[in-house]
């Protein structure tokens, strides 16, 4: 709810030098537990990408970009990880999966999502390299705060030491 609040009132009024488009309501998505059943996945997806069109006076365009990494968000996570990745108790982020990980998943789907959402706001290929420009940049932007988030709201594990 409160990346929906921040990206409705304050990412959305964001427009840095005509490119840069912060859309970290993804976050929410990518950060779903991983036993999420697909069917709640596409219907979470569905209802955050509903809201944020309503709010930006969009039609559908959220919607779309949202069930399409929702969709391919469960195939992504089992070609990233290993299965001693997937024990039960793992949650998605830099903490438990490491950077690396986490980096490789974020920038897969946030990519995803950027293309899909600019290029169907757009909805025709007479400024495809304009459109790929925006979409590359805003993609970026989007990973640089969702990366910086994470090191901000979530504390890396503490190890135990042995005697």
Aim: glycine share 4%; net charge positive; with cysteine.
């Amino acid at each position: 709810m409160l990346l929906l609040l921040l990206q409705i009132y304050i990412l959305n009024n964001i427009e840095l030098f005509g490119y840069l488009n912060p859309y970290v309501y993804v976050l929410f998505i990518l950060l779903l537990p991983i036993e999420t059943p697909r069917f709640l996945l596409l219907i979470t997806a569905f209802f955050m990408g509903l809201s944020i069109d309503y709010f930006s006076n969009t039609i559908g365009v959220n919607v779309a970009a949202c069930v399409l990494i929702a969709y391919l968000r469960p195939g992504l996570i089992k070609t990233l990880s290993q299965k001693t990745d997937l024990d039960p108790g793992i949650k998605i982020g830099i903490r438990d999966l490491g950077f690396s990980w986490f980096f490789t998943y974020t920038v897969v789907l946030v990519l995803i999502h950027h293309l899909v959402l600019f290029y169907l706001e757009v909805f025709h290929f007479n400024e495809f390299f304009n459109t790929l420009k925006r979409s590359l940049l805003s993609a970026l932007f989007t990973i640089v705060i969702i990366i910086i988030s994470q090191y901000l709201l979530y504390r890396p594990k503490k190890h135990k030491r042995g005697l």
